[in-house]
């Protein structure tokens, strides 16, 4: 079995995390993202529905009786004992969830050499430790702003600041520029990261 390169992104709301992850994928590399793992635990792990009905309420079940994202936001967003229970409840189960991933993609015939996730909260959550290589992405707070079409908000406040994050990991990212130059630079990155992939566990 040969492990792919474990790479992970993250950086701050609006700096261009998702932009990344779909360039990663466009270079070749495995790609998932905390998001779609939370929206596949949502959607079918009942534990996760009853343990979020038992704590919110059943007002975060949607028509087709699972838990709708929306709602819960509009919960935990203004009470954070509601936040803290979400964030202990999903973590631990969408890191076996990506550790899972990372290992069936080391028993494919022919498996990636490198494989990309998004980590909103790579070093909030202590999660760092499980990957081999950290992406940063930045940008100004008027840019991300400007992206998102909404003003900062208290989820802000809960990150490590960019220059922090910046520090710690291996790789960073000023996105500033097209999308075109992302692109090139991921692809740049690509190259140096698949001669560095493991050639086995």
């Known amino acids: 079995m040969r492990r792919p390169l474990a790479v992970a992104i993250t950086g701050g709301i609006g700096a261009g995390k998702s932009t990344a992850l779909q360039a990663f994928r ?27 009905v038992d704590r919110l309420g059943s007002q975060i079940l949607g028509r087709d009786d699972r838990p709708d994202r929306a709602a819960i936001a509009r919960i935990v967003f203004r009470d954070r004992d509601a936040l803290a229970f979400l964030e202990q409840l999903l973590h631990p189960l969408v890191s076996k969830e990506y550790l899972d991933w990372r290992e069936q993609l080391g028993k494919l015939d022919h498996p990636p050499k490198v494989c990309v996730t998004e980590v909103p909260l790579l070093y909030e959550a202590g999660g760092d430790g499980r990957f081999d290589r950290v ?62 992939a493991p050639e086995k566990d």
Do not use: F
Not at 176 to 185: P, R
């Open 26 to 52: 466009r270079h070749g590399a495995a790609t998932v993202s905390s998001d779609e793992i939370v929206h596949h635990l949502l959607a079918t792990d009942d534990t996760v529905r009853d343990a979020l």
């Open 135 to 196: 992406v940063v992405i930045t940008a100004p707070r008027r840019l991300r702003e400007a992206r998102r079409n909404a003003p900062t908000d208290e989820r802000e406040q809960r990150l490590l600041p960019d220059r922090e994050k910046v520090r710690r990991a291996d790789h960073h990212y000023r996105n500033v520029g097209t999308e075109a130059e992302l692109d090139a630079w991921v692809g740049d990155l690509m190259a140096r990261l698949s001669q560095a």
